[in-house]
């Protein structure tokens, strides 16, 4: 009996790109062994070194494998090599053309604090209690960072009358989509769901608002609230626990999302999905491509090996094996292991202090 096959793009990229995605894969792989699945990896280039050897942060060839695959993985793009280009490309250029090539408007980014971790956390023991999963699904096409540009005709800062505005505009098309994703996220967590927005100010928060309160009804099994932005992002910081999944937009996205991750602790573990439609998804780790410590065997892969069981859940389905892996962190994490950067030398075992490939093979040899 032939085994069912996924075809998975990988996007090392720039940095520490290549050191954990190659460890995710071997993730994948040992997953492949254990539940008879056949992972065909197809490696594309994007960012700075798809620049340096293709003349071009995203390649028509790297479109065309990835809108050809089940899902795609990426490591992480950009570093100071690629500041100083003039012609208008930059790495961070090829993120943003894979997420609209791909028609990707949902970005699923958890915000997790694992209680073997809380020390990684800025927040007291008793705000955070054993832990935090939050989820914060944010509008990723949409509002003021694609809306209308404008300037004043004279455009001239030393001048006091001189202007600038980017317009936040949303269709109901486009905060419906948004707000579902959360919903049917919400039904596979804790079936709690708060939208945020900024209604008793801003015109395009009203109309978040008016469609939330229609479609919430189609979501009855989920408890819903809302909050405005700032006290939002007050709460955070206050009692993030209360929190399940929070949707909004861009703009407010981006923030929360920021502020999310220094509340769980070290970036090194956080993984996320951009969505569209389909099931076609682009995972990543939310970090950067720490390019003064790539190939060093330095860098947290656990974030992109993190990533795998989102690939795993939204784009193939498989549930049972994604959980598989995050058992098999929660493992290594409980043996004690960690890499330097969630590394606590008052509290941990230095000789339990690893690098990327072994802590990469602890998860693989932990698998179930």
Known sequence: MSKKTFNIVTLPGDGIGPDIVGEAVKVMKRIGEIYGYEFNIIEKRMGGIAIDVDGTSLPQDTIDAALASDAVLLGAVGGPKWDHLTNGDRPEKGLLGIRGALKLYANLRPAVLYPQLKHTSPLKEEIIGDGLDILVVRE???GMYFGEKANSPAYDTTKPDTWASDLEKYSVFEVERILRKGFEAARKRNKKLCCVHKANVLESS???RSVFERVKLEYTDVETSELYVDNAAMQLVRNPRQF????????????LTDEASQVAGSIGMLASASLGDGTLGLYEPIHGSAPDIAGKNLANPLA???????LFRYSLGLDKEAKAIEDAVNEVLNAG???GDIFNKEKDD???KVGTKEM????????K
């Open 360 to 367: 990469g093979a602890l998860v693989v040899a932990a698998l």
């Open 140 to 142: 990723l096409t949409g």
């Open 304 to 310: 992109t090996i993190l990533s795998v069981p989102m």
């Open 244 to 255: 399940d999944v929070i949707v909004t937009s861009n703009i407010f996205g981006d923030i």
């Open 206 to 208: 009203r109309l978040w």
């Open 337 to 339: 292991y960690r890499t």
């Open 350 to 352: 230095p000789s339990k």
